[in-house]
């Protein structure tokens, strides 16, 4: 996305917010607008100073934690926190340490993301966990339900960085999982999925498109 050229193409803050694309428009669904713009952390304040000066006001999300690997120091991660929310962004997207996955250091990981809960105040916190790297399905269901204890707002599949991302399986746990926290806890915590949407020509559009019915239908059924 080109933040310079953002006044030209949006031309107001309702335009920017509300104009639904072709796809929108072509199934009749006026209320789906731009969730954020998502940025590196050292990019917060640029993204906030040009949407503003487009007259948009759609949010800025940052990366934090070492994205994608997670693979800093503990201290350098909050700080990274703490810094792009400083700058202006209202949502941190945040990525697990897998090898406290994978070595089953599950008190670990949960304090981990409560401190980067503490770190995010006000802004929401979206938890990646890299879940092609998470080695089994149970493991996935365990990460879920840790980083949804630890109080994230969001559960994301992957960073689009690893070798396997979004999975039909993975996507399905992970729904069950949040399915379980809401019966037990009757906290809504929502699912994110990484998916790369090149264009309606494209094959892999059409197979992932059809790919997000199935899985919104299987969660309607299930809550």
């Given at each position: 996305?080109?933040?310079?050229?953002?006044?030209?193409?949006?031309?107001?803050?309702?335009?920017?917010r509300?104009?639904?694309?072709?796809?929108?428009r072509?199934?009749?669904?006026?209320?789906i607008?731009?969730?954020?713009?998502?940025?590196?952390?050292?990019?917060?304040?640029?993204?906030?100073?040009?949407l503003?000066?487009?007259?948009?006001?759609?949010?800025?999300a940052?990366?934090?934690?070492?994205?994608?690997?997670?693979?800093?120091?503990?201290?350098?991660?909050?700080?990274?926190?703490?810094?792009?929310?400083?700058?202006?962004?209202?949502?941190?997207?945040?990525?697990?340490?897998?090898?406290l996955?994978?070595?089953?250091?599950?008190?670990?990981l949960?304090?981990?993301?409560?401190?980067?809960?503490?770190?995010?105040?006000?802004?929401?916190?979206?938890?990646?966990?890299?879940?092609?790297e998470?080695?089994?399905?149970?493991?996935?269901?365990?990460?879920?339900m840790?980083?949804?204890?630890?109080?994230?707002?969001?559960?994301?599949?992957?960073?689009?960085?690893?070798?396997?991302?979004?999975?039909?399986?993975?996507?399905?746990?992970?729904?069950?999982?949040?399915?379980?926290?809401?019966?037990?806890t009757?906290?809504?915590?929502?699912?994110?999925?990484?998916?790369?949407?090149?264009?309606?020509?494209?094959?892999?559009?059409?197979?992932?498109?059809?790919?997000?019915?199935?899985?919104?239908r299987?969660?309607?059924?299930?809550?």
């Amino acid at each position: 996305m080109d933040l310079q050229n953002t006044s030209e193409s949006t031309g107001s803050s309702e335009a920017c917010r509300t104009n639904p694309g072709p796809q929108t428009r072509e199934k009749g669904v006026a209320s789906i607008t731009t969730a954020a713009v998502c940025v590196y952390p050292a990019r917060v304040c640029d993204a906030v100073k040009a949407l503003k000066a487009a007259g948009c006001d759609i949010p800025v999300a940052s990366v934090a934690t070492g994205f994608p690997a997670g693979q800093t120091h503990l201290k350098t991660r909050l700080e990274e926190i703490r810094l792009a929310v400083e700058d202006g962004a209202s949502e941190i997207d945040v990525v697990i340490n897998r090898t406290l996955v994978l070595t089953g250091q599950w008190e670990a990981l949960y304090d981990e993301i409560c401190q980067f809960r503490k770190a995010c105040g006000e802004a929401h916190l979206k938890t990646i966990l890299a879940t092609g790297e998470l080695g089994s399905l149970t493991n996935v269901y365990k990460a879920s339900m840790i980083a949804m204890m630890a109080g994230s707002d969001f559960i994301k599949t992957s960073t689009g960085k690893e070798t396997v991302n979004a999975t039909f399986p993975v996507a399905i746990v992970m729904l069950r999982a949040i399915r379980d926290f809401f019966w037990k806890t009757g906290n809504k915590v929502y699912y994110c999925q990484q998916i790369f949407l090149w264009s309606k020509d494209n094959v892999i559009y059409n197979t992932r498109h059809s790919h997000d019915n199935c899985l919104y239908r299987h969660y309607r059924q299930m809550v």
